[in-house]
Nanobody, 115 residues
Framework: VQLQASGGGLVQPGGSLRLSCAAS????????MGWYRQAPGKQRELVAV???????TYADSVKGRFTISSDNANNAMYLQMNNLKPEDTAVYYC??????????WGQGTQVTVSS
């Protein structure tokens, strides 16, 4: 499984960005797709996860502002981020997890929220 994230950048507080994750390879193994982020000096944390056929879960800090979605026909996943705040600044990673808990990671894309 290969995952490639894109769409990061510099945005002002209150702005929006849309991250994309392109998946390829043996993606039939993946049961959960999600986004994580890691800010400088902090541990990687869950942003949103979307199980196949299940309900999405969001971190409390992004509820109501971020939306995770997928385009199964194109093996893609997205994270729409609205009303961005400086504390959203981090490297964002797309993640795919198999039923036995194996994790696949994309290379990360930097999101910087600053005026």
């Amino acid at each position: 499984v290969q995952l490639q994230a894109s769409g990061g950048g510099l945005v002002q507080p209150g702005g929006s960005l849309r991250l994309s994750c392109a998946a390829s390879g043996s993606i039939f193994r993946i049961t959960h797709m999600g986004w994580y982020r890691q800010a400088p000096g902090k541990q990687r944390e869950l942003v949103a996860v979307m199980p196949r056929g299940g309900s999405t879960t969001y971190a409390d800090s992004v509820k109501g502002r971020f939306t995770i979605s997928s385009d199964n026909a194109n093996n893609a996943m997205y994270l729409q981020m609205n009303n961005l705040k400086p504390e959203d600044t981090a490297v964002y990673y797309c993640n795919g997890k198999t039923v036995i808990g194996v994790d696949y990671w994309g290379q990360g894309t930097q999101v910087t929220v600053s005026s």
